[in-house]
């Protein structure tokens, strides 16, 4: 009875913590469980200020000063916490119209951001118009897809970037939306853009073999769905395998909750968008342990 | 002992299997950033001067208007529309005559591209701002006579009141072409057209495939919404209204 009540609560919480006799026999093998909590954004489109109380479908929502407020309350709960932007932060309010973006990514690394991609808007001001702003962001851009070598954005992006939070190794890769016929070419210049689900394959198996990352993210801005062929973030998750969370944008699509969609090998991987204009906040928790299962395919979603 | 270190084994075993953290448990929720959570102060007090700043540009009084433009206001042509296609064609041709000694002849702009009403008063830089809240700049065309064609059609097909200047198109009821000039002379197939539009449907947005026809194309550098805040300052008051230029017969 009492062993078989074991089994139960392990399967359930994945919590190894207090194993007893087996956890002091092997030498370390009760390792204690982690909690990782991702917190994130999309669409923000310079919506610094909440919008007005008169507002038809958002009153009073939003601001950048709350948002902080909540990022900080997270934090102090577990701070073992990354903050993720999937792009689109530029454009929407004059705010952009009259700094260029620079308040945005002043704000940002205020919030401790720990990474952003980009989004076809991000490319408003031409691709100069990015890199004049880029010393205000004290946190990186990723993105894998996008060739930016014959750019002046040359060895500016990152196309992903290793995170180590309570030792658990947390590897976020960026995909962005294909620019021609979104964004003019006289913004974009010779930025190429590469399949992002090839992109993605290959940056996956090098986050999981080679840099032993623990948890996959893929922060885009591809979209959540369309009815025609256009790379999505749900054709992204069921063509791929080993990827946790993709956290997408672009599409400005808020989900009651998050998606959980199944991958190519048939594994749970979960999808979150949240809106536009902070608005919202997305918060995905990850409670990991040692039991040996593997990726989010065995584990308890809960949304 | 035997079953001691068979115990020994799967315990080592046990070991490397986990030096790998897997996910147990995941939990996904969306946290709404509500009225009742207060800002954080510090970022409240760095955003302020950016934030007077622009309230003051944006209260700006450059026209008064004495009556509301919303788009609404017509099936064909809006008042708010003919505002927009005119300031266009108004303040765009002379740059585009400098540069290449030609003159527009049309002006056409998308529906969905008037972002917002102006109500009646005084006109501000927020006015045009939230009317014209994108980048897009003024680009003109060079489309033969038979893509101008192909855009007459595009506008009696989508029956909607798509901003235009320097064509008058009167349709009869079973959507025939009634009246078709451009600038009050009709429309010669082998003729070339300078087409005023904006970057976004120069490359085909809103499904304006005609202009991908384009032989050649200008950009004038000039953003739309800055066009509109140099048009409201140059009138003391504004009175667009709502005519004939593009209509159905009823
Ligand atoms: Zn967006």
Redesign the interface.
């Known amino acids: 009875m009492e062993r078989r009540k074991f089994i139960q609560s392990t399967a359930a919480a994945g919590a190894l913590a207090g194993i007893g006799s087996l956890g002091l026999l092997s030498f370390t093998a009760a390792k204690k469980p982690k909690h990782i909590t991702i917190l994130h954004t999309n669409d923000v489109h310079s919506h610094i200020e909440p919008f007005d109380n008169g507002h038809a479908q958002y009153p009073g929502m939003g601001g950048a000063a709350r948002r902080y407020t909540l990022i900080n309350q997270i934090r102090q709960e577990n701070p073992h916490t990354l903050l993720l932007d999937a792009g689109d932060i530029f454009q929407g309010t004059p705010y952009f119209n009259y700094y260029g973006g620079e308040l945005e990514f002043k704000l940002m690394s205020k919030m401790r951001y720990d990474a952003a991609t980009i989004g076809n808007h991000d490319f408003d001001n031409g691709i100069d118009g990015l890199l004049a702003q880029l010393p205000h962001a004290k946190f990186p851009f990723i993105n894998a897809n996008y060739n930016f070598d014959n750019t002046v954005l040359e060895g500016r992006i990152k196309p992903y970037q290793v995170f180590v939070r309570d030792g658990i190794k947390i590897g976020v890769f960026g995909v962005g939306i294909e620019l021609k016929g979104l964004v003019a070419k006289k913004h974009y210049k010779e930025t190429e853009y590469h399949n992002p689900i090839d992109t993605a394959k290959t940056i996956v198996k090098q986050l999981r073999e080679e840099e032993k990352c623990e948890l996959v993210i893929c922060l885009s801005h591809l979209g959540y769905e369309y009815r025609d062929d256009k790379v999505s973030d749900q054709k992204l998750a069921a063509a791929t395998k080993d990827i946790d969370l993709i956290i997408g944008g672009h599409t400005h699509t808020f989900l009651p909750k998050p998606t959980v969609a199944l991958n190519a090998i048939g594994e749970k991987v979960l999808i979150n968008q949240v809106g536009w204009a902070g608005v919202n906040i997305g918060r995905i928790d990850f409670y990991l342990d040692s039991s040996g299962k593997k990726n989010g395919g065995g584990a308890a979603i809960i949304v | 002992m035997k079953r001691y270190l068979l115990?020994l084994l799967l315990?080592a075993g046990?070991?490397k299997?986990?030096?790998?953290?897997?996910?147990?448990?995941?939990?996904?929720?969306?946290?709404?950033?509500?009225?009742d959570?207060?800002?954080?102060?510090?970022?409240?007090n760095?955003?302020t001067p950016?934030?007077e700043?622009?309230n003051k540009?944006?209260e700006e009084v450059l026209a008064y208007l004495p009556y509301n433009l919303s788009k609404s206001d017509g099936r064909y042509n809006t008042a708010i529309g003919n505002l927009m296609a005119d300031a266009l064609i108004e303040l765009s041709n002379p740059i585009f005559n400098k540069r290449t000694g030609e003159n527009i002849d049309i002006v056409l702009l998308n529906y969905g591209g008037i972002r917002s009403s102006i109500a009646k008063g005084d006109v501000t830089t927020?006015s045009a701002?939230q009317v014209m809240?994108?980048?897009n700049e003024v680009v003109v065309a060079a489309l033969k006579g038979e893509a101008v064609r192909e855009m007459i059609h595009y506008l009696i097909d989508s029956g909607t009141a798509h901003p235009v200047a320097g064509i008058e198109l009167q349709l009869e009821k079973d959507n025939s072409i009634k009246k078709v000039l451009i600038q009050g002379k009709p429309l010669e197939d082998s003729a070339t057209y300078y087409v005023a539009t904006n970057?976004?449907l120069l490359?085909?947005g809103d499904s304006m495939n005609f202009f991908l026809k384009a032989e050649e194309a200008t950009?004038l550098d000039y953003k739309i919404?800055n066009l509109l805040i140099d048009y409201f300052k140059a009138k003391d008051t504004l009175n667009p209204v709502r005519d004939q230029r593009f209509i159905k017969v009823e």
């Open positions: 115990f315990t046990a070991c299997f986990n030096d790998n953290y897997t996910p147990a448990r995941i939990e996904g929720k969306q946290l709404e950033i509500t009225p959570i207060p800002a954080n102060d510090s970022l409240e760095f955003i950016y934030k700043h622009i540009e944006m927020r701002f809240p994108f980048e970057d976004y490359e085909g950009n919404r």
